[in-house]
């Protein structure tokens, strides 16, 4: 059986000829362009080795992996980078990276390196599911649960009426929970398009999410903690303090 492969790297050019040269070396491959996409498909299709380039907008590779390693994923990892500095590796390393190749690299090496991984790892079956999500594919995090395929949302025991755009934007908060999501991946992962710095159209909806989860009388209790806090300057980041 062909092994499945996840290729994350913001790159064009890169990330076009190793998604073929992989494709052509018998993997199937499935190749985004920022850390954003590659957690969400990481949740969606777990794949059997993952392949993360460092140096991405938004969520970098060192996040993406840390995020696994915190949910107990120990799906292999190899990093590209154009890093060659030993804090700079040790850094990946600690992240929970299990191997390195450093830009620009010969295609064969990265063959041989991940056909390294894959040996020492053992099969997929050896890869656990990834905790935060339920048997029915629900999603748990700060409180929160959701279902994806439902399209609805619980804090506690109460369910939240959300529409279409405040369910997408809280559902990107909660699979990247406790990380800071800054505003142009927001939009882009929302909407399609960066709407422009002078834009209150994310502010409008993070308000009116946090009015349905937060605030006393709706679907909070009057001690419930804020869940959706804001880093000025950058964005949003789910968090139950």
């Not at 990276?97 to 990265?110: I, Q, S, T």
């Not at 649960?145 to 619980?154: F, G």
């Not at 209150?200 to 993070?206: D, S």
Request: charged fraction near 25%; aromatic fraction near 6%; glycine fraction near 8%.
């Amino acid at each position: 059986m062909p092994q499945n492969l996840l290729l994350a790297e913001d790159d064009r050019a890169i990330r076009h000829a190793l998604e073929r040269a992989l494709s052509l070396e018998g993997y199937e491959v499935t190749a985004v362009a920022d850390g954003v996409q590659a957690l969400a498909q990481a949740h969606r299709t777990p794949p059997d080795v993952l392949v993360l380039d460092v140096m991405m907008p938004g969520i970098d590779g060192l996040q993406v992996c840390r995020v696994l390693r915190a949910e107990g994923n120990r799906t292999p990892i190899l990093m590209l980078t154009a890093l060659v500095e030993t804090a700079d590796r040790i850094a990946g390393l600690d992240a929970g990276a299990d191997d390195y190749v450093v830009k620009p690299f010969d295609v064969e090496e990265v063959f041989a390196r991940l056909r390294a991984l894959l040996r020492r790892t053992g099969t997929p079956d050896d890869v656990p599911s990834e905790p935060r999500r339920a048997p029915d594919g629900q999603i748990a995090a700060a409180g929160l649960l959701i279902d994806p395929q439902a399209r609805r949302v619980w804090r506690g025991a109460r369910e939240i009426e959300l529409t279409r755009t405040e369910f997408d934007l809280l559902e990107l908060l909660v699979r990247n929970a406790g990380i800071v999501l800054d505003h142009t991946t927001i939009y882009d992962r929302i909407w399609g398009y960066d709407f422009g710095p002078g834009s209150k159209n994310l502010a409008v909806y993070v308000g009116y999410l946090r009015r349905k989860l937060d605030e006393p009388g709706g679907s909070a209790t009057p001690d419930a903690p804020s869940l959706i806090h804001t880093v000025r300057g950058v964005g949003y980041v789910l968090r139950e303090d």
